[in-house]
């Protein structure tokens, strides 16, 4: 079993930047991959970005790349997402997700992962 909590969510103007923070607890977090997703109202869950078990590969969607930055402290058991250059259209609950199982599907995939917080809001507007 995995939980995991995400926080660092919040209101800020367009340019603007915030830090997602995710913490897990549970099973050994340097053994497992972790990604984030997002989804804004009346549109499916997307891939934002993912992030091996070493932190040695990191994954982006083409929408956050050069904006967005994935990592991870095993040693905190925690994973972020640095977002700079916030636009409105980033808009949305942003979810946290670890992936325990070995399958083979893309870490940009939903359903490569099993364990999933709760969200953090994350509005961009002026």
Do not use: H
Request: proline share 3%.
């Amino acid at each position: 079993q995995v939980q995991l909590v995400e926080s660092g969510g919040g209101l800020v103007q367009p340019g603007g930047s915030l830090r997602l923070s995710c913490a897990a607890s549970g099973r050994t977090f340097s053994t497992y991959a972790m990604g984030w997703f997002r989804q804004a109202p009346g549109k499916e869950r997307e891939f934002v970005a993912a992030i091996s078990w070493t932190g040695g590969n990191t994954y982006y969607a083409e929408s956050v790349k050069g904006r967005f930055t994935i990592s991870r402290d095993n040693a905190k058991n925690t994973v972020y997402l640095q977002m700079n250059s916030l636009k409105p259209e980033d808009t949305a609950v942003y979810y946290c997700a670890a992936k325990t199982r070995v399958v083979a599907v893309e870490l940009s995939m939903p359903r490569a992962y099993n364990y999933w917080g709760q969200g953090t809001q994350v509005t961009v507007s002026s």
